[in-house]
């Protein structure tokens, strides 16, 4: 049973729930553009989860079947008081190495470039929380290795793994205040805030998941200070709603200091040194100009209001896509899945560079348009859609298309409109 699938239906029901508060109070803590970037983040995280995430089981697998310390069984982890007892013990071991992956995740250059994708967000809402990156499977799974050398059954590490992440999702709000004494002891929301802050005094603090008593004891707790309100997002500010991008970004800095820098030491160092490390030759060569807090501005390329319904109405495409492919890989496995996912990764890039206010967006979302149709015409009378036939599948890829088109030639007909309106907040 996939507990975090379960959820996501949950999740959405209570970011439109967050959305409809937002605009009742509003507060103005959502943008579409970021939003759709961050649930974009979410869906190339889940879909090219399904093609990763088999290495850290397989690992730790092997480790549990070799190298084992205890034979704890899984029959232990039932209903009872001592089989309660013990799932509790298993969460409270997930969640102290979850609090190491993420503060490697933070401190180390090369595992900062995977989890970066979850800080680039210069708002915070539920859909921040939905931003994952694609590459945790490299080396994430390496801190959870103590759990299997004491020999704690898969099947209960993937569940109380599935429960932290849950709980987090709760944390991305920003209406909620304080929380008394939950804030001592959980991560709560205004924990989790100063985790997504990028004011000095923020920065490397919070990292737990679930217990916030981690920070505590290796001295990475922040309280949230009323004197110092939290501005969201990374010091190296992604600037692009293009989400394939921002699982790059990180990866693509270090690779262009890796490349130019002389010594082989610092070559191979830079990688596992501490986050924002560079060697002296690079720094001299390529000085990078700090941008003062107080002169931050966030992202916000200004397109059409008729583009903003456009990209409105191809993410919800994309979110039937998304249903599509998980119904897909129940049935037919990963080969039945590559294709479909394969469209959904280009949509969605299309999206951010709609988004973007690019040039060529206009152009490369006809060339999608134009892909698309043989592709979903081969594919719908393969998926489990009751009924459907050749003809009914052409008619249906046919329809979208036909939409879309005059769709996105309506959307620049619309007079333009500045989006960012949030500029001054
Ligand atoms: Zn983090
Ligand atoms: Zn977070």
Same mark, same amino acid.
């Given at each position: 049973m996939d507990l975090i699938a379960l959820a996501v239906p949950f999740f959405l029901l209570a970011l439109l729930i967050e959305l409809a508060v937002?605009?009742?109070?509003?507060?103005?803590?959502?943008r579409l553009n970021d939003a759709i970037n961050s649930l974009s983040a979410g869906a190339l995280s889940t879909t090219i989860g399904y093609f990763t995430k088999l290495l850290p089981i397989l690992i730790w697998g092997s480790v549990l079947q070799h190298l084992a310390l205890f034979d704890i069984s899984l029959e232990w982890f039932d209903f009872s008081p001592r089989g309660l007892l013990l799932w509790l $013990?298993? %969460?409270? &071991?997930?969640?102290?190495?979850?609090?190491?992956? @993420?503060?490697f995740g933070h401190e180390m250059s090369v595992m900062w470039a995977a989890h970066a994708v979850h800080h680039q967000s210069e708002e915070y809402n539920l859909s921040t929380a939905l931003r994952q990156t694609s590459s945790g499977f490299l080396l994430g799974w390496i801190f959870y290795l103590p759990l299997f050398l004491i020999g704690l059954p898969l099947e209960v590490v993937v569940a109380v793994n599935a429960v932290d992440l849950i709980y987090q999702f709760w944390v991305h709000t920003q209406h909620i205040g304080k929380l008394g004494v939950l804030d001592r002891v959980l991560v709560t929301p205004s924990n989790h805030r #100063? @985790? @997504?802050?990028?004011?000095?005094?923020?920065?490397?603090k919070n990292y737990g998941g679930i217990f916030i008593i981690w920070d505590r004891l290796f001295g990475t707790f922040q309280e949230e200070l009323?004197?110092? *309100? #939290? #501005?969201?997002?990374?010091?190296?500010? $992604? &600037? =692009?709603?293009?989400?394939?991008?921002?699982n790059f970004q990180v990866y693509h800095y270090l690779w262009f200091d890796a490349k130019r820098t002389r010594r082989w030491r610092d070559k191979i160092g830079i990688w596992f040194r501490r986050t924002g490390w560079r060697p002296a030759d690079m720094e001299e060569r390529f000085p990078k100009?700090? @941008?003062?807090? +107080?002169?931050?501005?966030?992202?916000? *390329?200004?397109?059409t209001t008729g583009r903003r319904r456009y990209i409105f109405f191809q993410f919800f495409c994309a979110l039937l896509l998304i249903l599509w492919i998980a119904e897909l890989i129940v049935s037919g496995g990963l080969q039945a899945v590559a294709i479909p996912c394969a469209l959904l990764w280009v949509t969605l890039y299309s999206i951010g560079v709609i988004n973007d206010a690019r040039a060529y967006a206009k152009r490369l979302e006809i060339l999608r348009l134009l892909i698309a149709v043989p592709l979903l015409t081969a594919l719908l009378p393969v998926a489990s859609v009751p009924g459907t036939n050749?003809?009914? &599948?052409? =008619?249906?890829?046919?329809?979208?298309?036909? %939409? =879309?088109?005059?769709? $996105?030639?309506?959307? +620049?007909?619309?007079?333009?409109? #500045?989006?960012?309106?949030?500029?001054?907040?």
């Open positions: 937002d605009r009742w109070r509003g507060t103005g803590y959502y $013990l298993a %969460l409270i &071991a997930f969640d102290f190495c979850y609090y190491w992956t @993420h503060r #100063v @985790h @997504h802050a990028q004011n000095e005094r923020y920065i490397d009323d004197t110092e *309100p #939290v #501005v969201f997002g990374v010091r190296k500010p $992604l &600037a =692009s709603w293009n989400p394939f991008w921002a100009v700090a @941008h003062p807090i +107080d002169d931050f501005q966030k992202y916000d *390329p200004a397109i050749a003809i009914q &599948a052409a =008619s249906i890829a046919g329809g979208y298309i036909v %939409l =879309s088109l005059i769709g $996105l030639q309506m959307a +620049d007909r619309i007079a333009p409109a #500045v989006t960012n309106t949030h500029a001054t907040q």
